[in-house]
Nanobody, 122 residues
């Protein structure tokens, strides 16, 4: 499974960015998708996740500002980030849980994208 993330960049406080992540390659039974982030000197943390039933979960720090969505036909997940704050500055990683082959008999695994930098200036 390859996860290609895009959309990061520089924004001002109060601004917006939209991250996209496309899953490609050989996989099956794609389950949860989401976004994590890691700021310098900090642990990687969950930002937002979305299930196949489109049930979403957000970190308290981004509730009301970020929106996660997905399109299962396009194997794509997005993160719309509004009202950005300097503390949102981090490398954002796309995440997906899927079987990394065409066989449903193989086990589920967690897959990660390469990360995209988001920098919010004050």
């Amino acid at each position: 499974v390859q996860l290609q993330a895009s959309g990061g960049g520089l924004a001002q406080t109060g601004g917006s960015l939209r991250l996209s992540c496309v899953a490609s390659g050989t996989f099956s039974d794609l389950k949860d998708m989401g976004w994590y982030r890691q700021a310098p000197g900090k642990w990687r943390e969950s930002v937002a996740t979305i299930t196949t039933g489109h049930i979403t979960n957000y970190a308290d720090s981004v509730k009301g500002r970020f929106t996660i969505s997905r399109d299962d036909f396009k194997n794509t997940v997005w993160l719309q980030m509004n009202d950005l704050k300097p503390e949102d500055t981090a490398v954002y990683y796309c995440y997906a849980r899927a079987i990394g082959s065409a066989s449903l008999k193989d086990p589920m695994d967690d897959w990660w994208g390469q990360g995209t930098q988001v920098t919010v200036s004050s």
